[in-house]
């Protein structure tokens, strides 16, 4: 545990981290024996994965971040007060990356003197050690307690801190990086580390013209390959491995059947790749995909039946005009 000023501090809870890697050499080791290759999208974020999906926050055709910090930015008095903010509590931020849509809900939270803390969870430490710099500098007397922890390993952090009462945020549609037994697995877990008087606020990509979602994962200037080449990149830099990034593309399409935006990193050619860290060579064909990641697109009425299933009620769904994001507040019941 790391103190880092007299209001905010990192406790980390990955078990791995100083013997081993997160476990990243057991993910490269299963996903790329298996048929379809595979690697997990949460390695996505080292240091510079991390610069680098900042910058796609940016781009013009990433229109998660934008329409969901629209949403917090009109609406953020009603999505508060909905979540009965005027009593304490922990707002626990699941993925919170830089929290730079969060930010919006900390300040207008500060700023009405509310009685809370805050508890950023994330499974890269880089980012946490940001957004505590970041937060002490803004925001110098907000309670924070950081949580450098693999989304599982938060739940069952709330499940062993149940006494404040919890507002949960897992916000930027990061659930759908799961698939839907995942997300089901997932929600209905949370749901038994959450007391009746607590909240839970959702984060959704939801199903629209399939054009406008692949754009927003193939951008023109190549952000988010690079972003997916990244991940080859820190597999040699923390795997001795010798991936040739030149040899590979990123390709991303949408399976509108499913509603899943897929994303793939494509061997140009006939290569093998060594890994010296798990002492394997893999084969790789020409044109043959390693599947990274998936990014399910919802309705809301499925996220009703799902919620439903695990315990939770829907109290308020607030979305932006064009209806392509929303945030559902969840309440057990
Ligand atoms: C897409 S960003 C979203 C950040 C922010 N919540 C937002 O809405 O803009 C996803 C964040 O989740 C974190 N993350 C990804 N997989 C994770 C996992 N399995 N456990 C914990 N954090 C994870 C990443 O490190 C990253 O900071």
Redesign the pocket.
């Known amino acids: 545990m790391t103190l880092t000023s007299t209001h905010t501090r990192l406790i980390d809870l990955l078990p791995t981290r100083v013997s081993d890697d997160n476990g990243l050499a057991q993910d490269v080791m299963q996903g790329l024996s298996q048929s379809p290759k595979k690697l997990s999208?949460?390695f996505?974020?080292d240091a510079k994965g991390?610069q680098l999906?900042q910058q796609i926050?940016q781009l013009p055709e990433y229109y998660l971040?934008k329409l969901?910090h629209q949403i917090l930015e009109k609406q953020r008095k009603e999505i508060l007060f909905a979540m009965d903010t005027h009593t304490p509590f922990q707002l626990v931020?699941?993925?919170?990356?830089?929290?730079?849509?969060?930010k919006l809900l900390l300040a207008e939270l500060v700023a009405s003197k509310a009685d809370f803390s805050y508890v950023p969870?994330?499974?890269?430490d880089d980012?946490l050690n940001l957004l505590l710099e970041d937060l002490h500098h803004r925001l110098p007397k907000l309670p924070v307690q950081a949580l450098a922890?693999?989304?599982f390993q938060?739940l069952e952090w709330l499940n062993q801190n149940q006494r404040q009462r919890k507002v949960v945020l897992f916000?930027?549609s990061?659930i759908g990086?799961f698939d839907l037994e995942e997300a089901r697995n997932f929600l209905c877990t949370l749901r038994q580390s959450l007391n009746p008087e607590d909240a839970f606020l959702l984060?959704l990509d939801l199903r629209k013209d399939p054009e406008k979602m692949r754009r927003a994962y193939a951008d023109a200037a190549g952000v988010t390959s690079a972003f997916n080449l990244n991940l080859l990149h820190r597999i040699n830099k923390e795997l001795q491995a010798d991936f040739d990034l030149d040899q590979f593309q990123h390709f991303a399409e949408y399976d509108p059947l499913e509603g899943t935006m897929r994303s793939f990193l494509i061997s140009k050619i006939n290569q093998k790749v060594h890994i010296e860290a798990i002492g394997q060579t893999f084969s790789f064909e020409a044109w043959e995909a390693i599947h990274t990641e998936n990014s399910y697109k919802f309705s809301l009425r499925q996220v009703e039946e799902m919620a439903g299933a695990c315990g939770f009620r829907v109290q308020d769904v607030f979305t932006d005009p064009s209806h392509g994001f929303a945030d559902v507040l969840l309440r057990p019941v």
Request: aromatic residues 16%.
């Open positions: 999208s949460r996505f974020y991390s999906f926050m971040t969901e931020d699941l993925g919170a990356g830089d929290a730079y849509k969060t969870l994330d499974i890269s980012q922890a693999e989304y938060g916000l930027g990061n990086n984060g």
